[in-house]
Nanobody, 125 residues
Framework: VQLQASGGGLVQAGDSLRLSCAAS????????MGWFRQTPGKEREFVAA????????RYADSVQGRATISRDSGKSTVDLQMNSLKPEDTAVYYC???????????????????WGKGTQVTVSS
């Protein structure tokens, strides 16, 4: 499984951004998908996840109410819409996939099996 994140960039606080993850899979519905982010010197943190059916979604407290994760199985893409961006949202954002159901997003590498290269999001104040 190969994952490619895109859509990052430099924005101002309060702006919106839509990140997209393209997956090289025939059946995206076989995977729980997630978005994570990392800043220099800090561990990678969970941002949002969406279950295989697209019904169950989980968000980190830090983005709850500002982020929406969605998936398009026909296009094999998973998007993360981020609104009201804050400088503290600045990070490299990664998408990831796992075959296990969404469950809890804990454990080493949050239990994700596949990781893509990140896309930089920079929010200026």
């Amino acid at each position: 499984v190969q994952l490619q994140a895109s859509g990052g960039g430099l924005v101002q606080a309060g702006d919106s951004l839509r990140l997209s993850c393209a997956a090289s899979v025939r059946t995206l519905s076989m995977y729980t998908m997630g978005w994570f982010r990392q800043t220099p010197g800090k561990e990678r943190e969970f941002v949002a996840a969406i279950g295989k059916s697209g019904i169950v979604r989980r968000y980190a407290d830090s983005v709850q109410g500002r982020a929406t994760i969605s998936r398009d199985s026909g296009k094999s893409t998973v998007d993360l819409q981020m609104n009201s961006l804050k400088p503290e949202d600045t990070a490299v954002y990664y998408c990831a996939a796992r075959t296990r159901s969404i469950g809890t997003m804990t454990g080493g590498d949050y239990g994700m099996d596949y990781w893509g290269k990140g896309t930089q999001v920079t929010v200026s104040s």
